[in-house]
């Protein structure tokens, strides 16, 4: 069967273009927007991260602020630092690199930031409003990913979705935004026993554990859509996915990659939700 491979980069830089012009557009009302990304410690994966997150920024023509902390930093130190950017009006988006030392609970950090300023959908009052449907900045990856298959014209509605793997940050939104798109929805785990016996009724499979090709064929019917959130180093110390691509993308209608399929649009939302907040807080002071 053929199939599409979903190019996450260039639907990532078309949201981005498209962030450039409205960011053009608002700062001629006085609308700078700004984002401070918070890096404590020398995490080599977290500094790359952090570096495209800024690149990223300045891209679109939002203000970012880099803060590096030390890696001995205390928690309330930390805390202190979020309050501080809580009330600085140049900051409208503020995000916390994960993740952090072991003295730090990274839990009472992320519900310190203000839920106005909370751009990555983390803090308790935006999850809330997510579960109940109500206005929220939604996490980046579960958001991107929805703006992915939108552009790409797969409609979830009335289908079958099995999200496998149930983090806070990717599993449980992203099946909260599947239901609210109309899709009927399963979770899927570690634990979950014979999970190919769930994810080959797939219409929609979404592979979110971080387990080298745990999606193989014999988990995916023909024709079904295969979003692979796995970031991973196989025994070669080769990036790939949770899914095995080679074997698996015969078999789909549409597929993404990794790299180069979700983890760009991860970013595109984190961009999208700071231009957000900072229309949201102008628009306050009007």
Not at 144 to 151: F, H, S, T, V, Y
Request: glycine content about 8%.
């Amino acid at each position: 069967m053929a199939y599409q491979v979903i190019d996450g980069k260039a639907i990532a830089q078309q949201v981005r273009n498209e962030l450039k012009q409205e960011v053009t557009h608002i700062q001629g009302q006085g609308i700078i927007p700004g984002l401070a990304v918070v890096l404590v410690g020398n995490h080599p994966a977290s500094e790359s991260y952090v570096r495209g997150k800024i690149r990223a920024s300045a891209e679109v023509g939002i203000h970012s602020e880099l803060i590096r902390l030390s890696e001995e930093i205390s928690e309330k130190e930390l805390l202190d630092q979020v309050r501080k950017l809580n009330a600085d009006p140049s900051i409208h988006g503020i995000l916390i690199q994960l993740p952090l030392p072991k003295q730090i609970d990274p839990s009472r950090v992320i519900a310190t930031i203000s839920p106005e300023k909370d751009v990555d959908g983390f803090t308790p009052i935006n999850v809330g409003n997510l579960v109940i449907g109500e206005e929220a900045y939604l996490p980046c990856t579960p958001a991107g990913i929805m703006e992915m298959l939108k552009r790409k014209q797969i409609d979830v509605a009335g289908k079958y979705a099995v999200v496998v793997g149930r983090s806070n940050i990717v599993g449980k939104p992203m099946a909260l935004l599947l239901q609210q798109a109309n899709a009927t929805v399963t979770m899927c785990h570690s634990r979950t026993v014979d999970l190919a016996s769930y994810t080959r009724q797939a219409d929609i499979i979404i592979a979110a554990v971080g387990k080298v090709d745990l999606i193989k064929p014999e988990h995916v019917k023909s024709g079904a859509v295969v979003i692979d959130v796995g970031m991973n180093r196989n025994a070669e110390g080769k990036l790939c996915g949770d899914v095995d691509f080679a074997n698996v993308a015969p078999l789909t209608s549409a597929i993404t990659p990794v790299p180069g399929g979700v983890g760009p649009m991860t970013i595109a939302m984190l961009l999208h939700n700071t231009v957000k907040s900072a229309k949201w807080h102008f628009e306050q002071k009007a």
